[in-house]
Every structure is written in C-alpha cells, then in structure tokens.
C-alpha cells in the first residue's frame, strides 16, 4: 500500500514523476525549514536529486527499510509536508526514526498532527512496528507540542546531537510505543 488518506490529505510513497512536486516544497519552504534542517549543498534545490531521492524512496519502502510518506492536498498538485520514518530496525528492536516538516502557509493548522496520526497508525498496524522515536531541539516548540498531542514521551536529553544548520544542537528524545 503506497496511499494513505487523511481528511484533508494523501499521504504517498511519492513515484518519481512527482519529483517536482517535492522540489516544488523544498523550494518554497527553504527559509522556513532552514532552522530545523542540516545545511544543504548546491544539487539539494534540483530535480535531478529529488528523482533520485524519490527512486531511493520507493526501493527503500519495497525493501521495508524506509518510509517516506509525502503529504498531498486532495487534487495531488500541493506537497503540504512530508513524514519520514528512517532506521527501521527489526528483531528485537522493532523501531524506527520520524522526521517530519510542514509548509510554512499550513503551519497551526493541526495538518501535520493529521498526517502523523495516519502515518503513526499505519507503521504500527501494518508495517508491525514496537516504537518510534522522535527527537526535536528544545528550542522547536511546535514540534514538541505536535508530538506531545501524539502521546511520544520524553526519554531522554542528548547533548550535541545532530548538526542543524551548522551548529551542533541538542535535543529531546521522545518516543512512542506500540500499545
């Protein structure tokens, strides 16, 4: 299953066609997500590296390794955000990464709380997974208050954690199991 619905939107495993479509939100969105992402290079902004992130995405989601859900408006022409769940560890651990973003014009809207939950479910219910672990810089109170409503919880403090926009940030680790 390649396709989620949500009320106000579909989440996909985007095909390769619809590489613009990302490029098209990165574009836009590239100040507002500046803050909360690693310092791209000059081929990030390209069709030609979204077509391949895309070819990565459907391989990785064939292999069950990745989850690269792409959230569109309901006539497929708007990437409104994205949800990622990366490292999926099976075994014994069960687990995996969320990462996540939403355009700057559909911020506080309750869309990416909508988006989650779907994607939440479906890594659950159907992919089979025990926990997954969401990690955001204290700074970032939308994003910890997103996944507050969610049910993570907080596990744990990392200091120098991730290289956001050139600086090593701390973060919160939070996690929400499989109940």
Not at 4 to 10: E, Q
Not at 67 to 80: C, G, I, K, S, W
Not at 114 to 130: C, K, P, R, S
Not at 144 to 162: P, S
């Amino acid at each position: 299953m390649k396709m989620l619905n949500t009320p106000n939107t579909k989440l996909e495993i985007l095909p390769v066609a619809d590489a613009a479509l990302l490029l098209k939100y990165y574009t836009d969105n590239q100040a507002h997500l500046a803050p909360w992402e690693p310092v791209r290079d000059e081929n990030y902004l390209t069709l030609s590296n979204w077509q391949l992130m895309l070819e990565n995405a459907q391989t990785a989601f064939e292999q069950g390794s990745e989850y690269r859900f792409v959230a569109l408006n309901q006539d497929r022409t708007e990437v409104m955000g994205v949800c990622n769940f990366t490292g999926v560890a099976r075994g014994a651990f069960q687990a995996c990464y969320l990462g996540y973003s939403i355009s700057e014009k559909y911020q506080g809207q309750g869309l990416m709380q909508e988006v989650l939950t779907a994607a939440i479910d479906y890594m659950f219910q159907t992919v089979g997974l025990n926990r997954i672990i969401a990690n955001y810089m204290p700074a970032n109170e939308r994003s910890a208050g997103v996944l507050k409503k969610l049910g993570f919880e907080q596990e744990g403090y990392a200091r120098r954690y991730l290289k956001i926009a050139g600086q090593w940030e701390d973060h919160v680790l939070t996690a929400k199991i499989n109940e």
